[in-house]
């Protein structure tokens, strides 16, 4: 085996042939594998006499044999390279020692002068010194034994560890593994250790080394820190740039969970029901929307249930498929005018100088090179929550496109979900998303969130399921890889802060940059252009208008004089249609009913369209659904309606909006 074992080498030692019998034996016995010093200090005795009878009037044994003397020292030296300092320190000196008196006592004899005192008090104390040494490196009570132990109980018995690391809650040892066997053996034996020291299966990790496949560094945070709730502390960098890093909540060892956006580029967020999920979004919302240079998109398909607080801070927000799939449209349409903007302008992808009036000559995209002026571009956040229904809506490559681009156009996306698993998003799609907010999941989904190797070195959401809300992992470029492994929970939030946030924060945010705002208007026309500001429509005008609307009374000015209580006139349904006419209306008639219909849809903001909205109008339209279909296609044809990601779904070609 090659492995050293002290405790062992004893028991050999006490085990060795001797034939005395009684006390004297029992002690022979004991004393055993402390005589081999003294039987050293004896030899030299005798050797020192013998050198003097042979050399004693000899001067070149004289040289010889303090040659001899300084190269034996020497060679200790050397050879004792690969033990513990203190080892060939005391080696070295024995040595010395021992060949000096030896020189001294053949030259001048071994009763001369200070010699038999040397050797009488030298000799002894020098083989004490090595029995003291035996005694003390005989532990075995120790730590090692025990930890042989641990390790024979978890099927890595010839693992050797080294120090052990103890800081307050959490211990390191690095370990070594025999020739031949791999770090995958440490991470199957990982929820084994952690029932053998009785921990959480979280709490114990290993982080092999990349310089070796059977090297690496054991992990063990035996206190589940996270337990209790920790608040939101507020803004950690108010009025900063989105490229610091934002601070969503702690790790188990107390330090900050950061995530910055900008190096982690497109983040998964992911966790079943109650993990924790939007609790973690408005912790990142919390933060980006106190930051001065970014802008935020956001999809919440649950109607500002718990979003709606940051609504008024955010650029734009939809909150139905349509929506969704607008926006992925507006995406695709802001990210090669973002480029070409910042491309024009000297920058090869977003930075935070990008975010200020360009009045750097470096940043022109004026050709004689003086200062252009140009207003700023943010960094823009698009979030799309509860994301698995659009997702499935939309065509699978369409956030495989965006995600490919977004990064050189400064934005990010973050796609929160429960489940990431195939049938949900493509794999292409899921490998877009470099970074993961991974909370509690089913066991089985787990590799859908987190990368393999993060997976194997200690990572488990599976064990939290929903019963630890918070507990999160987060994977992403700009953390440490250490702490991609490590157990983290994300801050409890407020909605009384989220709105302070949203107000508070409204003079600092910057607004959309024009050539955002355009591109966006271009392909969701009013839908973008009509949506409720943040930046005009700050939290006090929005006050204000609240205010307005209690006092004044809830009727249209020109329904004033009508009777609340009154029976309703007969129905008239069909705004669009000839007064005269219930039967097949002409092709031209029926075609500018649609057109008319597009453009109410236009007005209203409405940009996703289908044969299914037209046909819930087909008598007003007076033709068959066949014809309808068909004259939808021919608005596809003419460039009125555009494809969108989603099949059947078209986006109206904004014709009100100057593009
Ligand atoms: N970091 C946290 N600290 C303490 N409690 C939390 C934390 N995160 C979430 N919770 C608690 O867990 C509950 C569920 O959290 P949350 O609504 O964020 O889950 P979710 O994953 O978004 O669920 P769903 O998918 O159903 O919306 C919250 O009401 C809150 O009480």
Redesign the pocket.
Known sequence: MGEHNPEREHEERLKGGSSASGVGAYLLHRAKPHLPPWLGVGALGVAGGAAHLAWADSAAAGVGLTLSSVALTGVTWWAGRSTSPQRRVHSAVTVACGSAWLTAAALAGPLTGPLPDAYLMGGPALALSWNVRMVMRRNPEGGQSTDKGLLEKVGLAKTQLGTAKVEPNRVTVPYALPQGETNDKVSKALPSIASALDVPVTAVRNRPDPESARRGVFTVVPVDMLRE?IWWPGPSSPGGSISEPLVIGVYDDGTPLQLTLPQALHLLVM?V???????GALDVLAEVLTRRDVAVWLSDPKCGQ?LGDVFPACDWVVQDGDGAALMIEALKGVIPARQGWLGAHGYRSWEPAAAEAQSDPRHSCRKDGTACGCPGMPYLVAWFEEAANTLRAVDDDAFTGIAQEARSAGISLVVSM?RASGYQISTDTRASLPAALC?GVDERDAGFALPSDVLEAGANPGAWSNKR??YCYLVAAGVEEERWVTPS????NDPVALEWVAREFAPIRMGVDPVTAKAAASVAGTAYTDRDRPGTQTTEAAVSTEEQRVEEPLVDPEDAGIDPEADLPPADDSPFLPADSRTELTKEEAREVMERLLEQWEREGRMVVGPRDFLAHSEEIGRKPTWIKNQVRDFRREGRLAETSETGRYRIVPALTPA
């Open positions: 709730v966790g029901t109650g993990a924790g999920k939007t609790e718990d429960q909370f809300p918070g929970r994300t801050y409890r």
